[in-house]
T-cell receptor
Framework: NAGVMQNPRHLVRRRGQEARLRCSPM?????VYWYRQLPEEGLKFMVY????????ESGMPKERFSAEFPKEGPSILRIQQVVRGDSAAYFC????????????FGQGTRLTVV | GQQVMQIPQYQHVQEGEDFTTYCNSS?????IQWYKQRPGGHPVFLIQ?????EVKKQKRLTFQFGEAKKNSSLHITATQTTDVGTYFC????????????FGKGTKLSVIP
């Protein structure tokens, strides 16, 4: 049973480009969470999704950021027109159920905006 | 919104010494979870506490959940170099809660 798979592991983008981060949850998990982590900081919640539905996006910036979890395929976190401040590690986690159950994290995508 | 504070931010200990990190929530929690993140790695789940006053042990690690379900602690006895990393607490609150609010973590360094 493979763990949570995130790709790419490292992503470099120039300012103004788009970044697409992918996350395949663990088999049997239908709940996906995205977190952002700045250096020396904790994990900041961005969005919680179930298949085809955004349940809570209260942590997502209002502009340029979007997330989806289609019926087929991985969850995608999309950042349009990236800026230097978007540089961070983005972690995806999945769980089998909601209500604060244990989350299994992927290895993260480290985004660098140059 | 809910806030989770964690102290200390950094802790340097000599190998063999004990270590404790504390977590405080601004709101009552339904449960609290602890994660460990090694340098350059990803958070790995350690444990979940649900009941008021609950204490759980994993070898040299002892986890406590306060009576009011607003604070928690992680204590490591006789630290080893393998304990190095950042320890995060994460709280979930509310009957329908699904969002984990993470503390900023305590970064543990162990001097051999």
């Amino acid at each position: 049973n493979a763990g949570v798979m995130q790709n790419p592991r490292h992503l470099v983008r120039r300012r103004g480009q788009e970044a697409r981060l992918r996350c395949s949850p663990m088999k049997g998990h239908s709940h996906v969470y995205w977190y952002r982590q700045l250096p020396e900081e904790g994990l900041k919640f961005m969005v919680y999704l179930q298949k085809e539905n955004i349940i809570d996006e209260s942590g997502m910036p209002k502009e340029r950021f979007s997330a989806e979890f289609p019926k087929e395929g991985p969850s995608i976190l999309r950042i349009q027109q990236v800026v230097r401040g978007d540089s961070a590690a983005y972690f995806c986690a999945s769980s089998p159920g909601a209500r604060g159950t244990e989350a299994f994290f992927g290895q993260g995508t480290r985004l660098t905006v140059v | 919104g809910q806030q989770v504070m964690q102290i200390p931010q950094y802790q340097h200990v000599q190998e063999g010494e004990d270590f404790t990190t504390y977590c405080n929530s601004s709101t009552t929690l339904s449960n609290i979870q602890w994660y460990k993140q090694r340098p350059g790695g990803h958070p790995v789940f350690l444990i979940q506490l649900v009941k008021s006053g609950e204490v759980k042990k994993q070898k040299r690690l002892t986890f406590q959940f306060g009576e009011a379900k607003k604070n928690s602690s992680l204590h490591i006895t006789a630290t080893q170099t393998t304990d190095v990393g950042t320890y995060f607490c994460a709280g979930a609150s509310g009957a329908g809660s699904y969002q984990l609010t993470f503390g900023k973590g305590t970064k543990l360094s162990v001097i051999p």
